[in-house]
């Protein structure tokens, strides 16, 4: 009703003033029968009345649809056919409405060839990879350990490109199911053994056996590197434990990673999940990319899981990843 009146203001000022316009010049003509311009004044008004009156019920559904905010795209296709205006508008919405889904499919198109070329890319990547560990893996004199290590962060790199193109089709790409723990951390320890080694760094795993949680047994794993990785490369040199605990509690599952490392500036725990961030200790290691925290926690909100960081410069870094008890063994 507001903008339907916001809209008629204008009219409704011009019919005023014109009718009082003609009712004036009648005065000045000598016209002296004030009944019969006070008549000629309320018949007037009494028709534009009745004439906004019908213009506002015939375009009523018109007016309440533009009044309401839209929620979806769907919420442009209307059917308009009261006014010429209502349907001209409707035709620009359902034109406007097949433009974006062209869009939209265009850029899923985009986007698909785009995860598919990267899955592509990385798998052809990692068979030469392979072949340089397997040529190099008994070799323990200079330059191979080099050349080992360096294998090694071309593999992770390759895993987290993989897994980060992944991410934009992640609603097709995952299956929640009632998983393990303890197994999925020991494989994901099993598969870091020589950084561990070469960090001077160890598991310490407390994880009872049978503790089961609601979550993907691909993803899980990857979100579980990224933050053991991170743990053993600001650890490292430390010869300390880096203790990976899981508890069950009453509405929930809580996995817990705590290094005895260099800890994390207090100025930088609340960045630490934005993508790209390295933070002060960023600037001091070479492998930090400022990706795997905000791996982890976009993961973990599309499985709705929940990660949170606690640390304190000097002492360590926790890391917990909270599992609602849909929990069942």
């Known amino acids: 009703m507001k903008l339907f009146f ?16 003609v009712l004036f010049i ?32 015939r375009s009523r559904e018109f007016y309440l649809h533009l009044e309401k905010p839209m929620e979806t ?8 056919h009261e006014t010429p205006v209502s349907e001209a508008y409707a035709e620009a919405m359902q034109s406007q409405y097949r433009m974006y889904q062209q869009m939209i499919l265009e850029h899923e198109r985009k986007k ?9 890319w990385v798998h052809q990547m990692k068979t030469p990879l392979s072949v340089i560990q397997l040529l190099v893996q008994d070799e323990d004199e200079p330059p191979f350990p080099s050349i080992r290590e360096e294998a090694e962060r071309i593999g992770r790199g390759l895993e987290m490109v993989l897994h980060t193109s992944r ?21 994901v320890i099993q598969e870091n053994k020589t950084y561990f080694i070469r960090n001077q760094v160890y598991p310490d795993v407390q994880i009872p056996d049978g503790l089961y949680v609601k979550s993907d047994s691909k993803w899980l794993p990857f979100m579980l590197n990224q933050i053991i990785t991170n743990s053993i490369k600001y650890s490292a040199g430390s010869k300390q434990k880096i203790t990976i605990s899981g508890t069950q509690e009453e509405t929930e599952v809580r996995l817990e990673i705590t ?32 990706m795997g925290l905000y791996l982890v926690q976009q993961i973990s909100d599309k499985l709705e899981h929940q990660v949170s ?12 990843l909270v599992f609602p008890c849909h929990v069942m063994k």
């Open 26 to 57: 009648l005065l000045l003509d000598g016209y002296a029968k004030n009944s019969v311009l006070i008549y000629m004044f309320v018949l007037s008004i009494g028709l534009l009345a009745i004439y906004l009156f019908i213009t506002y019920i």
């Open 167 to 187: 991410l934009e089709v992640f609603e097709r790409d995952f299956r929640v199911d009632s998983v393990e723990l303890k197994p999925i951390v020991q494989r």
């Open 6 to 21: 916001r809209e008629h203001l204008r009219l409704i000022f011009f019919q005023v003033f014109q009718l009082l316009f």
């Open 259 to 290: 290094d005895r490392g260099v800890g994390i500036p207090e100025p930088d725990i609340k960045r630490v999940f934005r993508p790209f961030f390295t933070g002060e200790n960023g600037r001091k290691y070479r492998e930090s990319t400022g």
């Open 73 to 80: 795209l769907e919420d442009s296709l209307v059917d308009f």
């Open 309 to 320: 960081i606690t640390s304190k410069v000097g002492v360590g870094t926790t890391v917990s």
């Open 112 to 120: 698909d060839e785009h995860v598919t070329f990267m899955n592509q």
